[in-house]
């Protein structure tokens, strides 16, 4: 299994932006899929965006062109950049990871949580 862990979020103002970190506890090359989720209130959890171990990327289409993945293998973390932001993308965001062995297994981080609001 890997522990992640959440950085970032915070309150922002409509149209700007935040970067949210998510730090694995082990080598993000042993690390097959990662992704972003997020959950508002009273909302079913959905998925943001993905990144593979060959940095394929992925977006809701909600987010497509204002946000943005990336992986570090130096620092084993996954990035979300977010622009433009608006009040509706205000929600918990979660870190997800699946390995290589074993197959399939979700692991969750904690959530962190992020505000759009004037």
């Known amino acids: 299994q890997v522990q992640l862990v959440e950085s970032g979020g915070g309150l922002v103002q409509p149209g700007g932006s935040l970067r949210l970190s998510c730090a694995a506890s082990r080598s993000i090359s042993s690390i097959r899929f990662m992704a972003w989720y997020r959950q508002a209130p009273g909302e079913q959890r959905e998925l943001v965006g993905s990144?593979?171990?060959?940095?394929?990327?992925n977006f809701a289409d909600s987010v497509k062109g204002r946000f943005t993945i990336s992986r570090d293998g130096a620092k084993n973390t996954m990035d979300l950049q977010m622009i433009s932001l608006k009040p509706e993308d205000t929600a918990v965001y979660y870190c997800?990871?699946?390995?290589?062995?074993?197959?399939?297994?979700?692991?969750w981080g904690q959530g962190t949580q992020v505000t759009v609001s004037s």
């Open positions: 997800y990871a699946e390995l290589w062995q074993p197959f399939g297994v979700p692991n």
């Open positions: 990144i593979t171990n060959t940095g394929s990327t």
